[in-house]
Nanobody, 116 residues
Framework: QAQLVESGGGLVQAGGSLRLSCAASGLSISAFHMNWFRQAPGKEREFVATIGWTDGRTSYTDSVKGRFTISRDNARNTVYLQMNSLKSEDAAVYYC?????????WGKGTLVTVSA
């Protein structure tokens, strides 16, 4: 059974950094597009970053470009999201997603809180 478990969220001051992890089991992240999404209170879930399964190409939503970095460690079957220069608007529940064609798996999320 495929499972994604996020960790690394917490409370951080504006301008600080956090690294989120997404540990996968029951699937190999090297065979999936791995994505991070986030959902702030009262808002829809939005795409944050992706890393391609074939070439490792990355893409980001405009609001995090230059501040966030997605990476993966295939040996550890784990995806990371390094978040620097955090802003109040980055506060949200962050979700890990593994997707390939009709296969679509989600974690339960990890909460990131940014204080002023």
């Amino acid at each position: 059974q495929a499972q994604l478990v996020e960790s690394g969220g917490g409370l951080v001051q504006a301008g600080g950094s956090l690294r989120l992890s997404c540990a996968a089991s029951g699937l190999s992240i090297s065979a999936f597009h791995m994505n991070w999404f986030r959902q702030a209170p009262g808002k829809e879930r939005e795409f944050v970053a992706t890393i391609g399964w074939t070439d490792g190409r990355t893409s980001y939503t405009d609001s995090v470009k230059g501040r966030f970095t997605i990476s993966r460690d295939n040996a550890r079957n784990t995806v990371y999201l390094q978040m620097n220069s955090l802003k109040s608007e980055d506060a949200a529940v962050y979700y890990c997603n593994a997707k390939l064609f009709s296969l679509d798996y989600w974690g339960k999320g990890t909460l990131v809180t940014v204080s002023a």
